[in-house]
């Protein structure tokens, strides 16, 4: 059993991480609260539904409880989809003082937590993801958005759950390809604020790959403490929070370039992640060495170190222009201070992106 | 020249009221944060744009200045138009540090509240209220929303502007049945809270209907100050916020029955004021004679005291059962405790409110 607290004021909530707390949730007491709830909706799909969704049916017994299911894939995290969900919970007359509960990955979060924060102006939501990146990182932060053609997650809210629930023996039933994408974030986080965790990552990752339960909740405690620490002294992403986007400029113009949904998103972070390293490596700030051990750890986590065949560097240009971090005009990175330590960079011109990334042998 | 602070920690604002304020803001110190922003993007639509449009670009000049026009009408406050909003944004590369302004009534500045408080997460953006209605009350206080075809604002959220600007004079140019409606939101404010106020206005009523610049001020200056002390107390509606739904209720319903647009806001929210008050005054707290003296004040100020031609009491029901004030599944109404003083109310029963608006002469 491992506990996270998110401290946000009036606005703080409990993560617990434990094997089977799906089956045990009502045991716990930092649940208490969500047993109250008359109408609960729980949103989910179709891939999840019938592995999941009677366990967490069963929690809620006694409550009016409904159901919508949409389709699986980043491709759905849109308006529309948004607009259908919240048509569903005016046509089953859902109140402001209803549960949304969130059961999915980062798609269903994501979209869930936007639903919330918008229905009738807010109402509150329960996050159980079911992959490790939604556990890892999208679940945790309170960040909820819907993809536009012409950006990422770029229709959104900051809107806080009232409690995420994390069972990692869910992901036993996590396609491959998808655990080794909710890695690089786990990675992620070992670059940006930990040099020890990477350390760890690499002596763990044979458990890790074998999903050892003790382990698995470690590593995922780990990850949603320093999400914790990061959100609660920057909620909004006014400064430190843009540090998480780690790879991610990069890997945003990656999945929009290809069509959310093409790769995976975890699987363009972290060859976003690898890019930012060879440009911190070309300024100084990381070791060629470093960079190879960066690329060695990805490659052990079965995640791609290339960006997508035929994708140049100018194919990224369009999309990190428009990309949130952009202030005052400049494009923002996240770059390396040194390994385990990133820092905000808006000095990197078009000029030093076409010589770093030439022949795009990252 | 009037002023109101609207007190929320960090999230405070100004209100200043002032005859000519669009052609002077320049010269508010309370305004001064405004100037500095790089990129303005103008919401606005083809009614107001001829009239105002290039005072509010003056402002700015020396910003990045873009204008987004939308269709004139409640019929366009939609998931649609926010959508097409959102795309221009993206369209023009708008970055997160812009400011959006509202210039334009109610619909204008709930969709572009709505936009800036989800575009990117969350951008800033200023009030330019051009009817009595939107400066007396929706400029004020934070809610945005679009509309659905199941229910009114159904889809929002709470975002603060960074000031609101209100010039009187802009009024002379609107037309009398939208002046008349905004007086309806006036009433209100006397009616829920301000039984001097609503003397006030019968003495004032014929400087008031002449558009005197310093009674409108003052009139202006006493609406929005109630409603930042209220908001103030109760930013999202967990309590007394909901008296400033006096007549709300019963006024979606008008609204959403007819289709949005074919009555006024304020005309419904009048209709919606006499019903509430018909309904007290069954319950013994309002004397017959005080619901005529609100018909009679109502009258004098041009607003209807009948629901629509053909709407019977059965006709409100569906849209008051999806109420964003439906609370563990009652039904809430504004009613009055006594004229000056509302109250929330859970215990309304379809069955008395078949009895009382029987007829339907309210």
């Excluded at 094997?19 to 609260?33: G, H, I, V, Y």
């Excluded at 993809?147 to 995420?164: D, E, R, S, T, Y």
């Amino acid at each position: 059993m491992e506990k996270v607290a998110v401290q946000l004021g009036q606005r703080s909530y409990p993560i617990v991480i434990a094997p089977a707390l799906l089956a045990n949730a009502k045991l716990q007491p930092e649940f208490s609260a969500l047993w109250h709830y008359r109408q609960v909706i729980i949103i989910t799909n179709p891939t999840i539904a019938p592995l999941y969704l009677s366990s967490v049916r069963d929690l809620f017994a006694g409550a009016d409880v409904h159901e919508l299911q949409i389709p699986d894939g980043e491709s759905f995290k849109t308006l529309q989809t948004f607009e259908q969900a919240t048509s569903f919970l005016l046509q089953q007359k859902i109140s402001r003082d209803a549960l949304l509960v969130a059961l999915g990955g980062g798609v269903i979060g994501d979209l869930t937590g936007f639903v919330a924060a918008c229905y009738q102006r807010g109402i509150e939501f329960l996050q159980i993801p079911t992959t490790l990146l939604s556990q890892v990182d999208s679940s945790v932060g309170g960040k909820t958005a819907v993809n536009h053609p012409l950006g990422k997650n770029m229709i959104g809210a900051f809107k806080q759950p009232q409690a995420v629930l994390i069972d990692p023996l869910v992901l036993r039933t996590l396609p491959e390809r998808e655990f080794a994408a909710g890695m690089a974030e786990v990675i992620k986080y070992a670059l940006l604020g930990d040099a020890s965790f990477f350390d760890w990552l690499l002596a763990e990752s044979d458990a890790i790959t074998k999903q050892s339960p003790a382990v698995l909740s470690e590593m995922i405690r780990r990850c949603c403490q320093m999400k914790a620490d990061i959100v609660s002294r920057d909620e909004t992403e006014q400064g430190e929070r843009a540090l998480l986007n780690l790879g991610h400029t990069f890997g945003h113009a990656i999945e929009a370039w290809l069509g959310y949904g093409t790769w995976l998103h975890g699987e363009a972070v972290a060859v976003g992640m690898l890019m930012a390293a060879k440009l911190s490596a070309s300024r100084g700030d990381l070791s060629s060495e470093q960079v190879d051990t960066i690329s060695t750890m990805l490659t052990l986590f079965k995640l791609p170190v290339l960006p997508p065949a035929g994708m140049q560097i100018a194919d990224f240009f369009p999309y990190m222009k428009t990309d949130k971090k952009v202030k005052a005009g400049k494009m923002r990175f996240v770059l390396f201070e040194q390994l385990g330590q990133a820092v905000l960079v808006d000095d990197v011109t078009d000029v030093e992106l076409n010589q770093v990334f030439a022949n795009f042998h990252v």
